[in-house]
């Protein structure tokens, strides 16, 4: 009935706009510690009135990033179970119909995903996902203990491309890295991300 104490730490410190690295076993409820402030944020945010520019601000996004496109689905699953009333979550990978993508690009609170397609697709037609963008509050990276040689050195520049990307339409998201089995979870993150975290 109340949350556990990494969970709410964990909570609060994103909401507080601090990036959060959470390394804690398998099965312990990281999903729910990084979830909160996202939907909270998503559902308490109001868009900016227009003052003669084109595009308003829309509502807080998140975007989430797993190793694996099953992760990502898992993990939508996890965002239905909570049945927060309003808040739009969205799957995007390779399997995604253009039209589901656009609806994502147009509408979603939440885009769970993986860094291929954030390479491959998102970053190289960020003008298409400008509004979402440009209100990019919260990245998760998940399992992030699977990035590691090659892979994760790959995967750290295309972070910091995204964050590169989100600075032009005026974002600076939080990052909340996510594993159950990093050793040196800050050293490991700070590498990742390119970013100090608590």
């Not at 009935?1 to 709410?8: F, G, K, S, T, V």
């Not at 797993?66 to 239905?80: E, I």
């Not at 050195?153 to 964050?163: E, I, W």
């Not at 590169?164 to 979870?185: M, N």
Request: with cysteine.
């Amino acid at each position: 009935d109340r949350l556990w104490a990494h969970q709410a730490v964990t909570a609060d410190a994103l909401a507080a706009g601090r990036h959060v690295v959470l390394t804690t076993g398998t099965a312990s409820g990281k999903s729910l510690a990084y979830l909160l402030p996202l939907a909270a944020a998503a559902l308490g945010a109001r868009p900016e009135p227009s003052s003669g520019v084109r595009w308003r601000r829309r509502p807080a996004t998140s975007l989430y990033l797993a190793p694996t496109k099953a992760l990502a689905h898992d993990q939508a699953r996890v965002c239905a179970e909570l049945a927060v009333p309003g808040w739009r979550v969205a799957t995007v990978d390779g399997d995604t119909a253009q039209t589901d993508r656009q609806w994502a690009r147009d509408h979603a609170h939440h885009v769970l995903t993986n860094p291929d397609l954030l390479h491959a697709s998102l970053l190289p037609n960020h003008a298409r996902w400008a509004s979402f963008l440009r209100s990019l509050r919260f990245v998760v990276v998940d399992e992030s203990h699977r990035y590691r040689g090659l892979f994760g050195a790959q995967v750290a520049a295309v972070l910091r491309r995204l964050r590169r990307i989100a600075a032009h339409y005026g974002a600076d998201p939080v990052f909340a890295v996510l594993s159950a089995t990093t050793a040196e979870p800050e050293r490991a993150t700070a590498a990742l991300t390119g970013i100090d975290v608590d």
